[in-house]
């Protein structure tokens, strides 16, 4: 079956670095992509990886790793208004997005 | 209209009723989806549609119905809603089924 895994929960201080980890089972791949996604509101694109290494935008950097099915969105100098769900998903051989259950992060002063 | 839209922003509904969700972009976009979100879930997929008079079914299909008859509108039908359809519905867009989903605000559809 397909499966994507992240942590459902992470708590960081403001200022700080924290990096969100996600892993992937897919029926192939053709991309994987990061949204933010704030209480009671829709899902933003963050970002997007399908070749290995690391993208920059701004104070958020994703890493991809295929041959381990790996993946991470590092958030720097952390906001008050960073805290949200963040969203990893992966776009399968049918071009249909497989989502992970987001993980919360949680900003505290 | 700017992006994507969607009505009602809420609904509370009787189980057996038909109800019909409705979404509309303005960005030309090719493909649309809906997906409903539950607590501790990922958004799962219901419905897809990768362009103007064609629609395919998702993860979680039973029970819901689409149409796509023009490419900015994209309903979503229940025909005869169960408890179990009590979820956050969100409909998106992109370019084409390979690029990035942008999202509508959502409705949050409960179903007694």
């Known amino acids: 079956g397909q499966n994507i895994d992240q942590p459902t929960e992470m708590t960081a201080t403001e200022g700080a670095i924290v990096q969100i980890n996600c892993t992937y089972q897919?029926?192939?791949?053709?991309?994987l992509f990061w949204y933010q996604q704030h209480a009671g509101e829709a899902p933003t694109f963050l970002s997007y990886n399908v070749l290995d290494g690391l993208e920059e935008k701004g104070r958020f950097s994703s890493f991809l790793s295929r041959s381990k099915g790996y993946s991470y969105l590092l958030l720097k100098e952390l906001q008050m208004k960073d805290s949200a769900s963040y969203l990893c998903a992966v776009m399968d051989s049918n071009y249909q997005l497989i989502w992970g259950a987001g993980t919360k992060l949680i900003i505290k002063p | 209209i700017a992006g994507i839209t969607q009505a009602p922003t809420s609904q509370i509904l009787a189980a057996g009723r038909r109800m019909t969700l409705r979404c509309t972009q303005d960005m030309r976009h090719n493909a649309m989806y809906w997906y409903r979100q539950d607590l501790g879930l990922g958004l799962r997929l219901i419905h897809y549609s990768n362009t103007a008079g064609t629609t395919g079914k998702g993860e979680v299909p039973d029970g819901y119905s689409v149409s796509r008859a023009n490419t900015d509108d994209f309903p979503l039908t229940l025909a005869s809603a169960v408890p179990s359809q009590t979820s956050v519905y969100f409909c998106?867009?992109?370019?084409?089924?390979?690029?990035?989903?942008?999202f509508g605000p959502g409705t949050r559809l409960t179903v007694l």
């Open positions: 897919t029926s192939g791949f053709n991309g």
């Open positions: 998106a867009s992109s370019v084409d089924s390979s690029n990035e989903q942008f």
